[in-house]
């Protein structure tokens, strides 16, 4: 059976509903991200991310699992 | 509102001080980000996962004590990051077209949700044209500039 741009609509406004019931539509809480992560391991990050040397990492982590390739 | 793949939450949460990074940092301080639990449990893999990168070297070259904050920081989803529960989202994902992954179905469907936009680092074919169908916009946002 097909689905119809009908039935995603009508399923995102259940959702959408519920969620905003329940308080989900927004984070938990609202302000500053903090992690306190020491400024050495922030710098290896930075070079993981402009280097593509994370994006590696994260393809290798999840190969062989095809539901979390970002392909 | 903007729902970010793995490296752009890596980024937010390693407070990162490049122009994009800066513009997520921001976007998160008003409560406009989400991310998905595909994309929080790829970068947990990452984390758990000893690789060649300079984060693992910088890590191995950590005390312990160090290592259990850094990990206990990546481990645990700051309450300013949204995350919409599977409970609101299978129903949504089943009613999306074409035959998706969970990793796309899961973000898409946050998106088609919270009326929001897709934020990833890297393009991924598959992701943006599933977004497409349902007119769920994707950014590509270059890193470390």
Known sequence: MAISTGDLQAAAERARAAASEAGELRPARIGKVTTNIPEAIRAAIREDLASGAYQKAAKDAVAGDPDLAQG | ?145
């Open chain 2, 1 to 145: 509102m903007i729902v970010v793949d793995d490296a752009l939450l890596l980024a937010i949460l390693a407070e990162q001080q490049g122009v994009a990074e800066a513009f997520l940092i921001t976007a998160a301080e008003a409560g406009e980000v989400f991310t998905t639990g595909s994309w929080f449990w790829r970068l947990a893999r990452v984390v758990a996962r000893p690789g060649q990168g300079a984060l693992s070297r910088a890590l191995a070259a950590s005390s312990e004590d160090e290592q259990r904050r850094v990990h206990n920081a990546l481990d645990q989803l700051p309450a300013e990051i949204g995350l919409l529960s599977m409970r609101r989202l299978v129903p949504v994902m089943a009613a999306l077209p074409g035959q998706l992954n969970l990793l796309t179905a899961e973000a898409v469907a946050a998106a088609v949700v919270l009326g929001a936009r897709i934020a990833v680092s890297t393009a991924s074919p598959l992701l943006a044209a599933a977004a497409s169908s349902v007119d769920v916009g994707v950014d590509v946002v270059d890193l470390g500039r």
